[in-house]
């Protein structure tokens, strides 16, 4: 059976940056989802002033999460988490890849947290959000 | 300068590779081509089917890409980080035909001004526009290759500077927009420029708009 790539939510970007995101990320095998409960990765703006607060809201819901901010402004992309490398790495497909799900030091934490979370976790991020649980 | 459609061809060129992948996806679900992509304009890009050339201000610098962008014939936009005066200036002297800021960028933003340099126009962020014929308007030196438009010219371009188009500016000044064009065909050879939308900056600099 074929095995699926990550899955990948897309949080609030620029319709350029969403448009080459969704581009990159299915090409690789990633599937893209509508809410976090689904997903393994959660992309968002790293140049949103807000962003650093935006992630911790994320990984406090959902702690097996890896989240990515990813510049326009800048080649950059930085992985948010207490088990994320620090700083700012250089954006590329590949560096992009690796952060959502790919690489080695990330693998086996998004499938088994999406299995033990997604049911029971929904509903609270979702009343988070300001949306009624669904 | 000949009419192009929506399949003019062009190149792209940004050093983030998502960014860049995001214009030139974009550019195709509008319906252009996109004849190619660089990062840095490294290697160097061979223009001969493009029609425009979309570059990072920045990491390009506009000398690189003004000279390779005339000498390959292709009509050039500058991507910049902030809307800035200075920047707008200077782009245009250069040459540059149309200017998009990175941070206020849409699709149909996008589309519009490629579109609108594709077809001989300029374009440029309104709200830039706006601040420079402001500050021009307090401290424009008189004088200059401007001086020389006559009167109807210095119509139009008034009226190109609201950014008014042909067929505006036609039925404002009762006009046919042939005669339109050959009127701002005629203020391009006067003032020596390449766009619109230079002209207009030339014009309100040299104080007579």
Not at chain 1, 30 to 39: F, T
Not at chain 2, 92 to 120: H, K, M, N, Q, S
Not at chain 2, 148 to 165: C, F, I, K, T, W
Request: net charge neutral.
């Amino acid at each position: 059976m074929e095995e699926l790539g990550p899955s990948v939510v897309l949080g609030e970007l620029g319709t350029i940056l969403r448009a080459g995101l969704r581009v990159v990320l299915t090409d690789a095998g990633c599937v893209l989802v509508a809410h976090p409960a689904l997903a393994d990765a959660a992309l968002l703006d790293l140049d949103a002033p807000a962003v650093g607060e935006r992630a911790r809201t994320l990984l406090a819901a959902w702690p097996g999460l890896v989240v990515v901010g990813c510049s326009a402004e800048r080649p950059v992309l930085r992985c948010f988490g207490p088990a994320a490398p620090p700083g700012e790495r250089a954006l590329s497909v590949g560096t992009l890849l690796d952060a959502v799900g790919l690489a080695p030091a990330w693998e086996g934490t998004a499938a088994a947290r999406r299995r033990a979370c997604s049911r029971a976790a929904r509903p609270a991020y979702d009343r988070e959000q300001g949306e009624e649980p669904g | 300068m000949g009419v192009v459609t929506t399949a003019t061809a062009v190149w792209v060129d940004d050093p983030n590779p998502i960014f860049r992948q995001g214009l030139a996806t974009c550019l195709r679900e509008q319906g252009f081509e996109v004849a190619g992509t660089t990062a840095g304009l490294r290697p160097e890009p061979d223009l001969r089917d493009s029609g425009v050339l979309l570059f990072d201000v920045e990491a390009v610098g506009l000398a690189r890409a003004t000279a390779l962008g005339h000498r390959a014939g292709v009509r050039l936009i500058g991507l910049v980080r902030e809307a800035r005066e200075e920047l707008l200036y200077e782009s245009l002297t250069a040459g540059l035909a149309g200017v998009l800021v990175r941070g206020d960028l849409t699709p149909e933003r996008l589309a519009g001004c490629v579109r609108a340099v594709a077809e001989g126009h300029g374009a440029l962020p309104p709200d830039l526009l706006g601040q420079m014929l402001s500050s021009l308007a307090r401290g424009a030196p008189a004088g200059g290759a401007a001086t020389a438009l006559a009167r109807r010219e210095l119509a139009v371009l008034r009226l190109l500077a609201a950014g008014d188009s042909t067929r505006d500016i036609a039925g404002r000044l009762s006009y046919s927009e042939r005669t339109v064009k050959n009127i701002v065909h005629d203020v391009l050879v006067k003032l020596n420029c390449r766009t619109r939308a230079h002209a207009v900056a030339l014009a309100t600099r040299q104080g007579v708009i």
